[in-house]
């Protein structure tokens, strides 16, 4: 799909991109959200630990299984309701561009593997979508996706 067909589309359908600052906000509480659920489910190890050298080294040995939990939460939720909590409560959703619709499982995934990437790549992947004009991040891109206001 063209741009300017998307842009007919995005018209006809009343649909506007969600704004930087909305994206941010989900994002903050989809990482507090994700936090916490890796807290809850690893609290055995971290109470365990007896100082914040043993909690720190811990962490990181575990990034793996945060990155894992990151990818599940992010993949399960926009496949199943086109949005996290976050993007919920920011009132926001993700959408495929060539239907409008939510994304396909394969599609939430592979969006949710390619953020991780933006993220251990010192976040070059969002800091690019408030550079472009679609304001897609590069999970966006590569799952031909994009985040608009509900």
Same mark, same amino acid.
């Given at each position: ?23 941010? @906000?989900?994002? %903050?509480?989809?990482? &507090?959200?994700?936090?916490? $659920?890796?807290?809850?489910? !690893?609290?055995?190890? #971290? ?8 909690? @720190?080294?811990? %962490?990181?040995?575990? &990034?793996?299984?945060?990155? $894992?939990?990151?990818?599940? !939460?992010?993949?399960? #939720? ?15 959703? &993700? ?56």
């Amino acid at each position: 799909m063209t741009e300017e067909e998307l842009i007919k589309r995005f018209e006809q359908e009343n649909i506007t991109l969600a704004s930087i600052p909305a994206r941010a @906000v989900a994002f %903050m509480i989809d990482e &507090v959200l994700v936090s916490l $659920l890796f807290i809850a489910i !690893y609290w055995d190890r #971290f109470s365990n630990s007896v100082d914040i050298e043993q909690t @720190v080294l811990l %962490m990181n040995n575990m &990034v793996m299984y945060v990155m $894992l939990i990151k990818i599940l !939460y992010q993949g399960f #939720f926009v496949w199943m309701y086109g949005a996290t909590l976050g993007k919920m409560v920011a009132k926001i959703r &993700v959408i495929y561009i060539y239907d409008l619709d939510n994304p396909s499982l394969g599609q939430s995934f592979l969006r949710a593997a390619v953020r991780i990437v933006s993220e251990t790549v010192f976040y070059l992947g969002f800091i690019w979508a408030m550079l472009n004009p679609k304001r897609e991040a590069w999970h966006d891109k590569a799952a031909r996706t994009l985040v608009v206001n509900v």
